[in-house]
């Protein structure tokens, strides 16, 4: 009885219709139907690279380091064909520097190593036309490398170009194309050559102005290829190395010595100190031996040192012999002993008491 009263004054009046309780998780059920179309709302997740600032001396130091390895390279191969005839290596000079160069970027680049150069300043390099870098990024030093047509596009341009360049240059040199008595085409092959060069060069100088300002891209390979130099490793160790150190304050020292002892020193006495020493004797021929050693000029009142017999003025010779008993002569060397006027008696040196 109580139970059919309880159901009848909770029926609703006026005929309603009852809705049942909503479920405990009809929300996660909503959540689920909406949310795949709510993502395609919104734009694919990503994660943008770290801004990264990379030194640009380190990087020119990198290029300078190659152009350094490859003419050491060079060096010990030309002494390998030393002994072949003179000036037949010249004519293959292109060839050789193609060949080098091809042998760096086989060894470093194809295979996904930086170049000797890169390597020593902690650099590789990075294909920045993947600049969003999905997934977990903790440096800004992550990316892929160069991919297969980077690399061959690099070498192209690099070995490639600048053989083609240098052949060009040299046959047209050769042909003297740039000369007005020749052929009007040859003339604007030259012309046409040189106004390439000098876009070039005018694009190059650009390039380096926006390298300085941004720090990316060193030269147009690298730009229009998209290849950034970025560090390697964000950890290096340093080796602090004192031997320049050393050395610095060791020539330091050396010459402040030098100019304390200099001004004691009596510049003529070292010099024919050292005269006798000296292997060069072939300059004392054309010395005009009728002339005083000391001031050069015609001896006024001649008289001769003994045993040398070299004619010297009178009061140059008393002069020096008076300072120092042990007076040598500036043109051969020998100590003189005693003088005598020309055509005279001789004349002891006076001894310092």
Request: glycine share 6%.
């Amino acid at each position: 009885m109580d139970r059919q009263n309880l159901a009848s004054s909770s029926a609703p009046r006026g005929g309603a219709t009852v809705h049942p309780p909503p479920q405990h998780d009809a929300w996660i059920n909503t959540y689920r139907n909406l949310h795949p179309q709510w993502q395609s709302l919104l734009p694919p997740p990503h994660q943008s690279a770290i801004p990264i600032s990379i030194s640009r001396v380190n990087q020119v130091d990198a290029g300078r380091l190659d152009i350094e390895m490859s003419a050491m390279l060079k060096e010990q191969l030309v002494k390998v064909f030393s002994l072949m005839k003179p000036g037949m290596l010249f004519q293959y000079e292109p060839e050789l520097d193609a060949f080098l160069e091809f042998l760096i970027w086989r060894f470093s680049i194809w295979v996904d190593k930086p170049t000797p150069g890169n390597a020593l300043m902690n650099l590789r390099y990075r294909d920045e036309r993947a600049s969003e870098i999905r997934g977990k990024v903790r440096t800004g030093l992550e990316g892929p490398g160069l991919t297969v047509a980077q690399k061959i596009w690099y070498c192209v341009a690099t070995v490639g170009g600048q053989y083609i360049w240098a052949r060009l240059q040299s046959f047209s040199a050769f042909r003297r194309w740039g000369d007005s008595e020749q052929r009007s085409l040859a003339r604007g092959v030259w012309l046409l050559m040189q106004r390439m060069e000098g876009i070039y060069k005018a694009a190059s100088f650009s390039n380096l102005l926006l390298f300085l300002y941004t720090g990316r891209f060193r030269n147009l390979i690298e730009r229009a290829l998209r290849a950034r130099l970025v560090y390697g490793s964000p950890n290096m160790n340093r080796a602090v190395s004192f031997e320049y150190m050393n050395r610095q304050l060791v020539w330091n020292e050396f010459s402040e010595l030098l100019l304390l002892l200099l001004p004691l020193l009596n510049s003529a006495s070292v010099k024919s100190f050292l005269r006798p020493f000296s292997k060069d004797k072939s300059s004392d021929s054309s010395v005009d031996e009728s002339l005083c050693p000391i001031c050069q000029g015609t001896p006024s009142i001649p008289f001769v040192a003994i045993p040398c017999q070299h004619r010297y003025c009178y009061y140059c010779l008393q002069t020096r012999c008076s300072a120092s008993s042990s007076f040598r002569c500036p043109r051969c060397g020998e100590p003189v002993a005693a003088m005598q006027r020309h055509g005279g008696l001789v004349s002891n040196i006076p001894q310092k008491q």
